[in-house]
């Protein structure tokens, strides 16, 4: 690996950390990441494993999260596995899209749109998935008898899911621009 693309992947690292603590300790409602966007960057540029790489960077920061904690008590080695495998997964499946739309360095708007769309996408999917699975009981609890599917996505995810997806939508010609120009450089 050259030095130049050590840099490149250690600087969007960094964004992802620094990005994620500002949400975990500056929250706002609802609580959206930006986080996903360095993600899909590096995705992109580097490849599926620095996606993936970033996705773990995001996972790991996430640990530190309050809401973290509460899901800690519950069940550890859950909360940290779904934590971890939520961000890497969409930052693998975000550069494997990418790599399969823009073979020969074709359709490269298409495939950073369908790219930066799928994160947030296998980010949510994984954790409603986590919650429907593992943390059933506390679900049910924080649904207060309404149906589970109607609250995860009116109540739990769904408001952070649309907006992230949207940033990432809107961003997507900025996205595109800086793919294209870390493709050149890389």
Known sequence: MNS?????IAMLAAIVAV???AATFFPMKPNISLTLIPIVIGAAVYGKKCGALLGLVFGIVTLLDPTAAGFMA???VATVVMLLLKGT???WVSGLVFELLSKNGKNIYFAGISAAVICPIVNTAI?????LTVF????NQM??????VYFMIFGLVGINFLIELGLNLILSPAIIRIITAGKKGV
């Open 143 to 148: 649904a207060n008898g309404a149906n589970l």
């Open 74 to 76: 519950l069940n550890p």
């Open 4 to 8: 130049k693309r050590m840099v490149g």
């Open 136 to 139: 059933n009981d506390t679900l």
């Open 89 to 91: 997964a969409a930052g």
């Open 127 to 131: 954790f409603c998935l986590g919650m």
């Open 19 to 21: 990005l994620q603590t």
